[in-house]
């Protein structure tokens, strides 16, 4: 077991560092960095004599635990990336810490920096999980994190949401890599409440195959310099605002016309313009509507119905399937619903004059005859007229 002692610190110091004739004791309470990685460290200790000590690298060592930091308030830079420290504890002696990096260990859940009030980075990516699990963070830490924390890296944890850092409102730069997310509307909405977001790595999840992920990133983050390590230059932002503003007026155009057709429509249905309504009945079928129109005998009804014939295709599109059956009955056989023709003549001998002096008409029977009949529509009787005779 390597533990940290005074032989150590004299192979760690850099000699150039080292004033001529000064003691180790002397230069290590003035030092201000200390490297100490690769060492095989297996506990941190010993360091009590480095009170002035601001940044600590301890990273690709054994340690198991975040221990004996105590009697350095002073550090601002702690490196304890590549350990297999499997907890977040002991941080609340170091009020000054500033950065904080704890990559590559076995951390489950993010804890233990609430107390950090100057906390401004933090590192936590690629923890050693165990299968299908994803690490987890302590709301309270978090919010209290809120007003400070300015960089996040969470890459190869596996999360699937966003949603337990969302408070940190503050970030600046996001790396999220290499984990399972895949809502990208749920990302958008986040991102949206992320102004100050200049960086962000959405590399190796799921979202990143959804269709315009990039252009809807860039489009609700408007301060967004770096997409997936990949540069946004000012051409391929105006480039995507535009393609946003033409989306959103296709959008507005297509609300707007889905109103107008459903007005057109409720007006078409209402009975103030639109056709006569056949077949209103409930049960009764356009043939029977079809038949209850042609039976009606005066000259003004048929007119009325030829005279609809000349509304436009776009009021047809509204009307009710009677009106549409009159409507395409009318258009293939015109002479059946032409106003009635006026005859001169009695039917079978008469001289043309009744005895008042009336002259009598009938429908043309040749209108109604041969194949001008549609099978499907029911047509009114020829009338019957009265026979008359000549006074002698």
């Known amino acids: 077991m390597v533990r940290i002692s005074l032989e150590l610190l004299t192979r760690c110091i850099n000699p150039a560092k080292r004033r001529k004739g000064e003691t180790l004791e002397r230069y290590l309470r003035r030092a201000t960095h200390l490297q100490l990685n690769n060492r095989e460290i297996e506990a941190i200790c010993h360091l009590d004599m ?15 635990r975040i221990e004996g930091l105590d009697n350095l308030p002073t550090i601002t830079n702690l490196y304890l990336q590549k350990n297999v420290i499997t907890r977040m504890e002991n941080l609340h002696v170091l009020p000054h810490l500033t950065k ?16 950090l009030p100057e906390l401004r980075e933090l590192h936590v990516e690629y923890q050693q999980l165990p299968p299908g699990e994803e690490i987890l963070f302590d709301p309270l830490c978090m919010y209290q994190l809120a007003q400070s924390l300015t960089v996040l890296n969470i890459s190869g944890n596996g999360l699937s949401s966003l949603r337990p850092v969302a408070c940190l409102t503050e970030l600046i730069t996001l790396t999220a890599a290499d984990n399972q997310l895949s809502d990208l509307k749920e ?20 979202l ?24 946004i230059s000012p051409m391929l932002r105006d480039f995507v605002q535009r393609w946003k503003m033409s989306k959103d007026k296709r959008r507005l155009e297509r609300r707007t016309q889905k109103q107008q057709q459903q007005q057109r429509g409720f007006g078409a249905t209402g009975g103030s313009h639109g056709a006569p309504m056949f077949g209103a009945g409930g049960g009764g079928s356009q043939t029977h509507g079809l038949g209850s129109s042609l039976s009606m005998g005066t000259a003004g009804s048929a007119m009325s119905l030829t005279g609809s014939s000349h509304l ?48 009598s008409r009938r429908y043309d029977s040749n209108l109604f005859t041969g194949s001008n009949v549609p099978e499907t529509i029911g047509l009114p009787p020829e009338p019957q007229l009265p026979m008359t005779t000549q006074p002698q």
Request: glycine share 10%.
């Open 187 to 206: 990302v958008l909405q986040i991102l949206q409440s992320w102004r100050r977001l200049e960086r962000v790595d959405f590399s190796g999840n799921p």
């Open 312 to 359: 436009g295709d776009h009021r047809l599109a509204h009307r009710s399937p009677a009106s549409k059956a009159v409507h395409e009955a009318r258009t293939r056989f015109p002479d059946i619903f032409a106003p009635p023709r006026m005859l001169h003549g009695g039917a079978t001998g008469g001289g043309g004059r009744s005895s008042k002096g009336v002259h």
């Open 100 to 115: 904080l990096y704890l990559g590559n260990n076995g951390i489950t859940v993010v804890e233990g920096v609430g107390e």
């Open 208 to 231: 990143c195959v959804r269709s315009r992920y990039m252009d809807n990133i860039i489009c609700v983050a408007p301060r967004l310099v770096l997409l997936d390590r990949k540069e």
């Open 50 to 64: 480095c009170s002035s000590l601001r940044v600590l690298y301890l990273y690709e060592n054994c340690i198991e």
